[in-house]
C-alpha cells in the first residue's frame, strides 16, 4: 500500500497555489497517496487548473487557518478545524503516514505535541536542519523548537540527530560536535559545558567542540545546539547563500569578460545554486514526536514541498523513529538522574 502524507495546504506565504503545485508534482513523481487540508472550494479551483493525478489527491475541508503571526497555543487552543489540526488529527487517526506544513512552525509544533505526543524517553523534540556542506550534507538540531534548554536537551538533540543521520544518510557512526565558541572542552557557557560531559560518557561518535566556521566544512555529521542559536545560524546561512548570489549577479554584469566567463561555466553556477538552494532538502524534520513531520519554510516553492514530502515519506519508510527510540534507549541508564530531576516540558514551555 502507498504511503499517505497529508499537506497542511493553506500556510506558507506564497498561499495555496504554490503549495498545490509542489504537491501534484510529488504525486506524478513519487508512489504515494496526498490529502491536501485547507479550503475544499479554493483547492478544488487550483486543482481544476493543474493537471493532476485524478486518484492521488485527496481533498479534506478545514474551515480555518492559522496565520504566520498568531500565537500557537492560543492558535491551536481556539481553531480546533484549522489545517493544520486537521492534518494531525487525520495522522492521529492513522488516516495518514506523515505531515507537510509551511505555516506557522509554532502551530505545527505544537499541534504535533498535543495531538500526537512524545517519543518514548523524548523531553523535548526539536527541528533538525539539513545544511550542504564540501563533503555532504550536516544535520544541526534544534533550529528553532527550544530556545531555553537544559544539557539534557541538548543531549537528546544529538542523540536524536544522530539516528536520523544513521537512517536517512547511511551513516554506521555519524560524527557528533556540540556547537560552542571553541573547540577546547572548557570553552561555552554552562549548559555547553555540562552537555560537553553527558556527550564524552555516551557511546555516540562525539568529536568534541566544533565552531561556527565548521558548518560547512563536511568534517562533522551532526552539530548540536539549542534553538535560539540553531535559529540564527539558519537565518543567516540563508541570508549569506541569497547575499552570494546576489553578489555574483552584480560582479558578471560589470564588465563584458565577466559575462563571457559566465556563459562559460553556467553549468557549474547552476549547480552551486542547486546546491545551496534550501528547496533541494524540502524542509526541516521534527524529532521527537509520535509520528513524522516536516516543517518547510513560509517561502517555499512548488519544488521545496514537493522535496519535503519525499524527506517525509523516507522518514515512514525507514522507520526513523524506531531508531530514535532504540538510541535513546541505549543511553537512558546515563540521563536518568537529569530526567527525574526535570518534568517534562508542557506545550506553553516548549513554544518559542
Known amino acids: ?67 504566520m503571526d498568531e500565537s500557537p497555543f492560543d492558535a491551536i487552543r481556539r481553531k480546533k478545524d484549522s489545517s493544520i489540526m486537521k492534518a494531525f488529527a487525520l495522522h492521529k487517526e492513522g488516516k495518514v503516514d506523515a505531515v507537510v506544513s509551511a505555516g506557522n512552525s509554532g502551530a505545527t509544533l505544537a499541534a504535533a505535541i498535543k495531538l500526537l505526543g512524545r517519543l518514548e524517553h523524548v523531553s523535548r523534540p526539536g527541528i533538525a536542519g539539513i545544511f550542504p556542506t564540501l ?23 544529538g542523540v536524536m540527530a544522530a539516528a536520523f543521520s544513521q537512517v536517512l544518510f547511511g551513516l554506521d557512526r555519524p560524527r557528533v560536535g556540540l556547537l560552542s565558541i571553541g573547540e577546547e572542552g572548557g570553552k561555552g557557557n554552562v549548559l555547553v559545558k555540562k552537555s560537553h560531559e553527558l556527550f564524552q560518557q555516551s557511546s555516540l561518535n562525539y568529536i568534541g567542540n566544533v565552531e561556527g566556521r565548521d558548518t560547512f566544512q563536511g568534517d562533522v555529521d551532526v552539530m548540536v545546539c539549542d534553538g535560539f542559536v540553531g535559529n540564527v545560524c539558519l537565518k543567516l546561512s540563508e541570508g549569506l547563500a541569497e547575499a552570494v548570489m546576489g553578489m555574483l549577479g552584480e560582479e558578471i554584469a560589470k564588465s563584458f569578460k565577466a559575462k563571457l566567463g559566465y556563459l562559460l561555466a553556467r553549468d557549474a553556477f547552476v549547480s552551486f545554486k542547486k546546491r545551496v538552494d534550501y528547496a533541494e532538502y524540502g524542509g526541516a524534520p521534527l524529532l521527537g514526536i509520535r509520528g513524522n513531520a516536516i516543517i518547510c519554510h513560509g517561502r517555499s516553492s512548488a519544488v521545496a514541498i514537493k522535496n519535503a514530502i519525499r524527506v517525509a515519506s523516507e522518514m515512514v519508510r525507514n522507520k526513523v523513529n524506531d531508531r530514535i527510540v532504540e538510541l535513546l534507549s541505549l543511553h537512558q541508564p546515563l540521563v536518568q538522574e537529569d530526567d527525574t530531576l526535570m518534568a517534562k516540558a508542557t506545550v506553553s514551555e516548549v513554544i518559542p
Open 135 to 157: 563533503k555532504g550534507p550536516v544535520v544541526m538540531m534544534d533550529v528553532g523548537a527550544n530556545v531555553d534548554c537544559r544539557s539534557l536537551h541538548l543531549f537528546q538533540f
Open 1 to 67: 500500500m502507498a504511503l499517505h502524507i497529508a499537506l497542511d495546504a493553506m500556510g506558507g506565504d506564497r498561499g495555496p497555489e504554490e503549495l498545490v503545485s509542489g504537491a501534484v508534482m510529488a504525486a506524478r513523481e513519487y508512489d504515494l497517496e496526498l490529502s491536501l487540508i485547507g479550503d475544499q472550494g479554493q483547492l478544488g479551483a487550483i486543482l481544476a487548473r493543474l493537471d493532476k493525478p485524478s486518484t492521488r489527491i485527496h481533498l479534506v475541508h478545514a474551515s480555518q487557518v492559522v496565520g
